[in-house]
Structure formats: structure tokens, C-alpha cells
């Protein structure tokens, strides 16, 4: 099975690109995500190397920006290729799945009429937000 769930912070807004010969939409940024364990008084992150596409690259293109808390759900790439002069190359890289927001201030600055609508705050359309709902942010 290759499921990644990160928790982290945007390190800058997503980049929005379209692939050129079917136009789909492909965002990319980068999470920082705080390690677990990290010496006394330290904190270390790792750079997650982020990829979305079609609908969630559109969610995230949208509603994502620098700074913001969120969670992805995705899955593990490893991606080899050779560069001009020859020598090979590698790049892991997290294929986002399922977003979601996961910063409280964020959610109050951002734009509302996500929230109130019947809209979900996941691109996959897993759960569905009503005025009954009691949302767990």
C-alpha cells in the first residue's frame, strides 16, 4: 500500500501550470512539515515536494496560499530521468490526493462562501458541509 498523510505549512503559494497536450491544470508547492522528534528546544521540518492535479490542483490553485496549515492524503513518487549532460537524476514527490484545510485562522481570514455553501473543503468531494454540521475546526 503507498498512503502519505502530512500535516504542514505552505512554504510559498502553489504554482500553477497546464500540461500542454491535454491543457489539464497541475499545481505544485512545497509543505514543511514539523518533525516528530526533534532535539530539545529544536524544531526541524522536512520539504515535502508537493504535486496536485485536475480538480485538486484547482482547489488548491484557489484556496491554498503561503503560510496556510493543511493536510494531503496522496501517494509516493519516485521519478529517475538523465539530464542534458548525461548523469542521472531523481526526485520524490507527494501526488495529492485528498487536501484539506487545517489552520483555525486561516479558515476565519479565508473566503467564506466556501464554508457556507454546499461546497466541500476536499477536492474529492468525501463529505459534504451543511449549516447542521458542526465542522471539526
Sequence with gaps: MNKVVLLGRLTADPETRYTQTTN??????????????????????????IIAWSKTAEFCSKYFRKGQQVGII???????????????????????????FADNKKIEQADTSILNSKTPINANNDFEITDNDDLPF
Design 24 to 49: 489539464t491544470m497541475v499545481v505544485t508547492f512545497t509543505l514543511a512539515v514539523n518533525r516528530r522528534f526533534a532535539k530539545e528546544g529544536e524544531k526541524q521540518a522536512d520539504f515535502i515536494y
Design 74 to 100: 496522496g501517494r509516493l513518487e519516485q521519478h529517475e530521468w538523465e539530464n542534458t549532460e548525461g548523469k542521472k537524476q531523481s526526485k520524490t514527490q507527494v501526488v495529492a490526493e485528498e487536501v484539506y
